[in-house]
């Protein structure tokens, strides 16, 4: 069969892993009677481990590497994918996976934090490239649109406290607040230019006696932009003491908001100076002694726990009892677990932005505290570039109170993220200054235009977008805002160094297109947060057109507020070659979900998203090649969507209600009996005919099934890699539904 009529579907992590095992097997089914085949992509971060080290791997261990095949398809005008969240590892993420890996016998080597010899260098710069997100910026060859569908927005206003966690009100006495720092940051230090003509640049860092290294050679395009900046980490930890004394003054909790995952080079980092800063008199006392067992505060307090095991037990308890000292000391930290005394400064994974602060504002104003009770929070985010988003919105919080998801309006982003634009990038193209000195990116000619003087520590990134890549995010934007007539903005700040760039090339491009009648604005970013929220609360709706990490930010921060959560959010990325990747919600919560399966046999996973990316892929045949087949399914998984939502027929959160499994089971039904009514096409109507039959009259028996299976442990055997015959068992326990689906 050719790939005009092939769905890839990626195998990923965690939650959305485990639910394919139960949903993908009738999706096969579905589009075999349209003549769609579907080929599965491992793009885990297992996979991409094993992938990366055939050397170590018996034959039969050995696997493809599927994201660089990919990578290759998505370049290509006819590629289709379904793409579900994958893992964005952070270091303890991938040292577990690899753990799980040589336990089950797959020989990989070992992760090495402080590589020594040549061998341990070329094994992390291996390791480095399946960490952070690593996946992304190699699929989304193309900008993104991200809308929530009409079928969850109005199921959202219908049942708004049922369709994830009820919204809950602001006080206008609130402590809650932002701090960001006033200077010394990525914002104040950024330097940007235009390439004129292609050219050959070089990124060195030279030390105080003249030395120069040379760290990474690069190639700009015609109208390319390129940037330099820094963070000033005394600065920084300067800041992280300043707002500990605060918020220990103002009475409230303390937390660190960034994005370790993704930022994997830069905001480990910052993430490990806090750590410093809270603990400081632990790590003054202990100095020597975590020196000596190799504590590596990027990795969290729960790398301190772990290696102070190599000591004798006195020693333990002694530096258990300073850090529980600390704690008397210092303001409540904001909890990520407080009953397993889990903080925020536990690891740099559990913590990440997009999905922390949301839900403090769903939650109005509050997080949890160490004595398991939501109090207010002071929202550390070092850097300004982003920082001053969310400070517009607790604010307007604490004024205009909690939004009304009964009422309020849809934000719509448009993100460039093709060919690897901005931040998400900009991972090969940051450093940490090993010594003071400067950082300098030169021409051909060894002209310097960029140039920044750094002390030793300090983290200098860049980052660059390619002027196509512009132009269609331009283009998109605008054919948005004629198809919808909202108002439309750009969120950039001419004060800021990149975003001058490319609100110089928006002015430009968009001269291109009959703008009449439009509302097509650019916006400081917090500013453009006040003009949409104004919008939004009025029950209107905006298109937010914005970088590739505000993309990534709101597009949790809307959906969660509106809908409950973004994983029933997809994302489409129209190629710039001409295929499309539909991208299925978000993973944030899909750790705890995995936890409880495995505890208690129900899986919370809520697969909306993955049914609209079902319905999107086939709509891209429909569109492309006329394909009637694909729009008859199309239309008709449509349906069953709104007619799920409409029953309230998503996963509950305990054991006994619905989980994943069963969600699925009612939208293959819904899917089946809409192809036996429609006569649209009498061969699709045929072959469903039996299979909705099979389906609605053995409803109660097929949920009968699914209890009997229900609250009990899941014997997966793994996390990271589970048994995947096991995993089978275990997400399709009704021999029922599975008989019905087989059938087809």
């Known amino acids: 069969m050719s790939d005009k009529a092939k769905i890839y579907w990626t195998k990923v992590d965690e939650a959305p892993y485990l639910a394919t095992f139960s949903l993908l097997p009738a999706v096969e089914k579905f589009f075999k009677s349209a003549g769609v085949s579907v080929e599965v992509k491992d793009i885990s971060v297992a996979g991409r481990i094993l992938a990366s080290f055939p050397e170590y791997l018996k034959e039969n261990q050995r696997v493809p590497d599927d994201l660089a095949k990919l990578a290759e398809l998505v370049k290509l005008p006819g590629t289709n994918v379904i793409k579900l969240p994958n893992i964005s590892a952070s270091v303890p993420q991938l040292v577990a996976t690899i753990k799980e890996l040589q336990n089950k016998g797959y020989n990989v080597p070992d992760y090495p934090e402080e590589p020594k010899t040549e061998e341990e260098k070329k094994i992390k710069d291996t390791y480095s490239k399946v960490l952070g997100s690593a996946v992304n910026p190699v699929l989304r060859e193309g900008n993104n649109i991200r809308a929530i569908s009409k079928s969850v927005k109005e199921s959202a206003k219908k049942f708004p406290d049922a369709m994830g966690l009820p919204l809950k009100p602001w006080s206008k006495d609130s402590k809650t607040h932002v701090a960001h720092m006033s200077g010394g940051d990525f914002y104040e230090h950024e330097r940007s230019i235009t390439a004129e003509k292609p050219t050959k640049i070089k990124i060195e860092f030279i030390d105080d006696a003249g030395k120069p290294q040379v760290l990474k050679e690069l190639a700009l395009q015609e109208k390319e932009v390129f940037d330099g900046t820094f963070m000033d980490v005394v600065a920084l930890q300067k800041f992280f003491g300043e707002e500990i004394n605060k918020a220990k003054e103002e009475g409230i909790l303390w937390s660190l908001h960034l994005k370790a995952t993704m930022m994997k080079v830069s905001d480990p980092v910052m993430f490990g100076f806090a750590v410093k800063e809270y603990y400081k008199d632990v790590f003054a006392k202990h100095e ?45 930290l904001f909890m990520v677990d407080s009953d397993k005394g889990t903080t925020n400064l536990h690891m740099p994974n559990l913590v990440i932005i997009d999905a922390s602060l949301p839900t403090i504002v769903r939650d109005g104003g509050k997080a949890w505290g160490p004595d398991g009770k939501p109090s207010d929070v002071k929202v550390v985010i070092p850097d300004r570039c982003y920082a001053t988003i969310y400070k517009e919105i607790i604010e307007d919080c604490k004024v205009n109170g909690q939004f009304d998801r009964t009422t309020m309006g849809s934000v ?180 705890k979900h995995v936890e409880q399966f495995i505890e208690q ?64 089971y009612y939208f293959i039904k819904y899917w089946a009996e809409g192809l036996a009514g429609q006569s649209e096409d009498k061969d699709l109507q045929a072959k469903f005919l039996k299979p909705a039959k099979g389906l609605s009259e053995n409803e109660s028996k097929i949920i009968e099934e699914f209890k009997a299976a229900a609250g009990k442990p899941a014997n997966i055997n793994g996390y990271y890699f589970p048994d995947e015959d096991k995993l089978a068992l275990a997400m399709r ?10 059938s087809i």
């Open 288 to 332: 020597q002694t975590f020196k000596e067992i190799g504590v590596n505060t990027n990795n969290g307090l729960a790398d301190v726990y772990l290696k102070i095991k190599k000591l004798p037990e006195n020693k333990q308890k002694e530096i258990e009892a300073d850090i529980q000292a600390v704690y008397d000391k210092n303001p409540p």
């Open 412 to 591: 719509t982003n448009i993100g460039l993220m093709a060919m690897k634009a901005e931040e998400y990038g900009s991972h090969d193209k940051t450093f940490i200054a090993p010594s003071n000195g400067t950082f300098r990116v030169v021409d051909e000619n060894n002209k310097a235009f960029i140039e920044h003087k750094v002390k030793k520590g300090d983290i200098w990134r860049g980052c660059q977008v390619k002027d196509a890549a512009v132009k269609n995010w331009v283009q998109i934007a605008v054919e948005r805002s004629k198809q919808t007539k909202n108002s439309t903005v750009f969120w950039l700040d001419e004060n800021r160094a990149h975003d001058a760039q490319l609100i110089k090339k928006v002015n430009e491009y968009l001269k291109a297109y009959d703008t009449t009648g439009l509302d097509i604005r650019i916006l400081k970013p917090q500013e453009a947060m006040r003009f949409t929220v104004e919008k939004v609360r009025k029950g209107k709706d905006v298109i937010a057109v914005t970088g590739n990490a505000l993309r990534d930010y709101l597009t949790d921060l809307f959906p969660i507020l509106e809908v409950g959560t973004s994983a029933k959010v997809l994302s489409i990325i129209p190629l710039l070659a001409g295929g499309r990747v539909s991208e299925a919600g978000a993973g944030g919560s899909a750790p």
């Open 601 to 664: 046999g129900h899986l919370r996973w809520d697969s909306t998203a993955e049914f609209t990316a079902i319905t999107t892929a086939l709509r891209f045949f429909e569109e492309k090649y006329g394909d009637k087949k694909a729009k008859v399914l199309a239309d008709a998984s449509e349906i069953a969507l709104t007619k799920l939502l409409a029953n309230k027929q998503w996963p509950g959160r305990k054991p006994g209600e619905l989980d994943n499994r069963g969600q699925h």
């Open 733 to 742: 326990p009704s021999k029922t539904l599975n008989n019905i689906i087989d």
